[in-house]
């Protein structure tokens, strides 16, 4: 069996939707094989979000505290194909560093306003510094809660562009459905037709980033 592929989703501030983008990424990566969301933040809101649907969530959700290691990790978390690290909002703890620095792929949420990117500043040169130890590390931007028929501003696209890392093409729009899921505890592949359209956000941003 091919080693597990870690996808850990991060960013140093609250509020970007890190939460949301991890349990819905592992529940569409829980359709090509078994997935396992990691909560590494204190709250635990993960957790909670996965104990919380009147029918299972696709992916299994555990938390863990305390040291660790990319290759623990792995051992552990041994029985499935995609590991999902749901990042605390700090880059000053354990889990954030350690999650760089095991990960395959590190997905960072922003929201579309300068001023939200602005106070992500320190990632790119914590992607640089987990690079020297995982060098294989791709870490793209994903732009959550885009309003329908609304481009980015001209500000928006120069912060972007001096961030230094690539942005995806697919990315989250503003849907209450996302919301509504988390608060039913399921995934937006669990709701039917409501969750059609942010499904297929979710695909699409899976897609590109394991084009294969």
């Known amino acids: ?44 809101s993960a957790l909670q979000w996965g ?20 290759a623990g990790l792995r051992q552990t978390y041994k029985a ?16 954030s560093s350690q999650a760089l620095r095991s990960a395959d792929v590190a997905l960072i949420p922003v929201l579309p306003s300068p001023v939200d990117l602005w106070a992500s500043l320190r990632l790119p040169q914590e992607v640089e510094a987990a690079r020297t130890q995982n060098p294989g590390l791709r870490a793209f931007l994903v732009l959550n809660q885009i309003e ?8 928006m696209q120069d912060a972007l562009a001096e961030f230094g890392l690539p942005v995806l093409q697919a990315a989250m729009r503003r849907r209450a459905i996302y919301r509504a899921s988390a608060l039913d ?5 669990q709701m039917g037709a409501r969750g059609q359209g942010a499904a297929d956000e979710i695909d699409a941003i899976l897609k590109e980033v394991y084009p294969s």
């Not at 996808?7 to 501030?13: E, F, P, R, S, T």
């Not at 090509?32 to 590494?40: F, M």
């Not at 919380?52 to 938390?63: D, E, L, M």
């Not at 505890?185 to 592949?189: D, I, P, Q």
């Open 1 to 44: 069996m091919a080693a597990a592929q870690v996808l850990a989703v991060i960013n140093q501030k609250g509020g970007a939707g890190k939460t949301t983008l991890a349990m819905n990424l592992a529940a569409g990566l829980a359709r090509r094989g078994p997935t396992v969301v990691v909560d590494l933040d204190p709250q635990g």
């Open 51 to 70: 104990g919380a649907g009147a029918q299972p969530y696709p992916a299994t959700v555990k938390q863990i505290s305390g040291r660790w290691d990319g």
């Open 80 to 95: 499935y194909q995609h590991i999902v690290l749901d990042c605390p909002p700090s880059l000053d703890s354990h889990a």
């Open 148 to 155: 329908q028929r609304s481009a980015l501003s001209a500000a």
């Open 185 to 189: 505890g399921l995934s937006v592949y």
